[in-house]
């Protein structure tokens, strides 16, 4: 069942936005594989999306344990970044982000809650030293958990499009 | 501690190959929000990627705990898919692909064998009805779990990019 969030619940005080019992159980785990060190130390300080980061050099360190994972990953341009938002709620089912002042499915966004608070970047790789990667195009909080890095396959990955992001 | 794998291994044969101990308890929790319906019955008949499922039309059900969430996403024209591997090893830290023939680092290779097994595939939102949307695009075995949906933009998420996916 679906619970209206009242104005006045702290966390989430807009009208419209609507939250959900999650399972009182996990279905699966995650590992986190390292840590993302970026400039930005609160949510208000982070930019929007990845690439209104502006090219800020970020780094990532990947844990010893898994350190030799990263063998050959120098050859790629940009990577994609799995991270986990393990700040963010997971019960929001519709949210009325700033920008819109309207009420959207939380799947039609890229907030950060959702119930599997998993983001991604696509983020350009400029230099690997050891077990830490130095990159720019990441725009989460310093501190924030790894879970996956894949090589971004522009083949795969890029849709080659003219048309604007929204349909109509 | 990481560990080669015996050629007589049941699951991982090839020489090359190491694995590590992976920790004894996860870090945090993923719910399995949907369920991703393909053509495909065993890892053998699944195409290499999502390019070469050469457009053949999945399905997306999304469990009715989370419909409301699908809310304004008919107007996008793709969506970012991640969706969890829950038959892949999960300790293999280089891997020796059949196309490459050598060992190369897990996070190097879009292998569904790594740490935190979760995919993303970039599908083309064909239709949406109800807790059901059609895609095209999507490269994983029949059944597979859904972890989240997001609205694609080429604005962040395509590279615009003259190099080839490899630099050397």
Redesign the interface.
Known sequence: M?TPIKPDDEYAARPGE?S????G?????????GTIHTPWRTRAECPK???ESKGAICSIE?DE??A??????E??????V?Y?M?QAR?DL??QVPRHLGI????????SPA???P?A?S?A?LLKVEGNRLTVAGIDCLDGT?L?????????????E?I?P????
């Open positions: 679906s609507v959900v019992e999650l399972p159980a996990f279905d699966s785990g995650v590992y986190f594989i999306n990845p690439r990947v344990r898994y030799q994972g990263l063998a050959g990953i050859a790629f341009t940009h990577v994609v799995l986990f393990d997971r089912i519709t009420a959207r499915g939380t799947f039609s966004l890229r959702r119930p599997n998993i991604l696509v350009k958990p879970l996956d890095l894949k090589p971004y396959l522009p083949t795969v990955d890029a849709i499009s048309l992001p929204h349909k109509k």
